[in-house]
């Protein structure tokens, strides 16, 4: 049976335990604390441990999901994992934390569109629950991007972590609730602009191209995601963009005419640059802060590697 | 009419106290933005963008690594 839409109705997050100071990494290269968080406003991310895969992160994220909305395994029947990092190609993550949570038979799908990897899998899981092909969804970004860091380059290895977010999407009726129509795309003639690639296996980016990309193209492309959901920007109670360096999220910010309360998440301060996992990380903390009220609209915005973007309006649960 | 080297320095000294919070005083021809006006590499892009914006002019990324001195960035946009 189709319905007319999909909302998030649960959230959960995972981060490995391995906290990374900037002082921790001043021993390794040559930098500081003053210098790391004055270009890129980071304090400490985490580090994923020894043998610790992105499933595992992803399993942990997905349990936790599951738990604060009161569903079982029995109620998932999709599987939706964003990952750039996962290093198995077969089977997929997708698969790895359907066994591990005893979840029978979900279609079990990884998506990569690297940093904007989440909201692309939450519009497909919105649009298989619409059709009435799926009931209730798992949608999940995960990243071990200290596996695809280059410990020696101090321009890039400040920036990265290891984490995981969770949500779980189940079908509305109620148009008030329902996650609004996706706003996605890509910029494929900046492909090599973010790159991690089979002959140099670390991240590398163009640092200086995907901060004038990041922060004069895509404050009109949030406003057009707002007025899918017919909203103004000024009527969103808080704004979720992919964590990739605190002055880019300024630097939009600074771009939209936000009301003074609509909270903008800045869990990069704490988690460092996450790809597709820091949206999810970044929303759990924000519903479970409680800063925002359940059926507030809130707007995730992802960006980053292809070059892609997406996003699109939720309800806070 | 184009604008004369002073006018430009002027914009640019405008710009750079108001992206990176440089004094105006300090603003010179020879000035280096990374070494003498602590202009750091995302910095120079806020001003590259803005100056593109303020005299109409394309600075495009490969370029912004020539621009060393303020007097380079003068030069760049006085050619328009």
């Known amino acids: ?317 | 009419m184009a604008l004369s080297r002073d006018e430009i320095r002027e914009g640019m000294s405008d710009i750079l106290e108001e992206v990176a919070g440089v004094n105006p005083d300090d603003v010179a021809d020879e000035k280096s933005f990374t070494d003498d006006l602590d202009v750091d590499s995302l910095a120079m892009v806020e001003v590259v963008v803005a100056a593109e914006e303020k005299f109409g002019v394309k600075i495009p990324d490969d370029q912004v690594a020539n621009l060393k001195t303020v007097g380079d960035a003068v030069s760049y946009i006085e050619k328009g």
């Open chain 1, 1 to 317: 049976m189709s319905v007319n839409g999909s909302r998030v109705v649960s959230v959960g997050h995972y981060q490995p335990e391995k906290i990374l100071t900037n002082d921790d990494l001043a021993k390794m290269v040559d930098t500081n604390d003053e210098w790391i968080v004055s270009r890129v406003g980071i304090k400490e991310r985490r580090i994923a441990a020894e043998g610790q895969k992105v499933a595992d992160l992803a399993i942990e994220a997905a349990r936790q999901a599951l738990e604060n909305g009161g569903f079982t395994a029995a109620d998932i029947d999709m599987v939706i994992v964003a990952t750039v990092s996962a290093k198995d190609l077969c089977p997929n993550t997708a698969c790895r934390v359907s066994d591990a949570l005893g979840i029978g038979a979900p279609a079990a799908i990884d998506i990569n569109t690297a940093c904007s990897g989440f909201e692309y899998a939450l519009a497909q899981a919105d649009m298989a629950i619409r059709t009435g092909a799926t009931r209730r969804a798992l949608v999940i970004g995960a990243e071990c991007l200290s596996a695809v860091t280059d410990w020696e380059d101090r321009s890039s290895c400040v920036l990265f972590g290891d984490g995981a977010g969770a949500v779980v999407v189940e079908g509305t009726d109620d148009p008030e609730l329902a996650i609004s129509p996706v706003l996605w795309g890509s910029e494929p003639s900046m492909s090599d602009v973010i790159r991690i690639e089979e002959d140099v296996p670390f991240i590398k980016q163009a640092g200086q191209t995907v901060f004038r990309w990041a922060t004069t193209q895509l404050a009109p492309l949030i406003e057009q995601v707002a007025e899918r959901a017919g909203l103004k920007v000024n009527e969103l109670a808080a704004f979720v963009p992919h964590q990739a360096n605190l002055r880019i999220i300024q630097g939009i910010a600074k771009r939209l005419d936000f009301n003074d309360d609509c909270v903008v998440a800045e869990d990069i301060v704490y988690s460092g640059n996450t790809s597709a996992a820091s949206v999810p990380l970044a929303l759990s903390k924000l519903v479970q802060s409680g800063k925002v009220a359940s059926g507030a609209p809130i707007l995730l915005f992802g960006f980053g590697g292809g070059l892609t973007y997406a996003g699109q309006v939720i309800r806070c649960p």
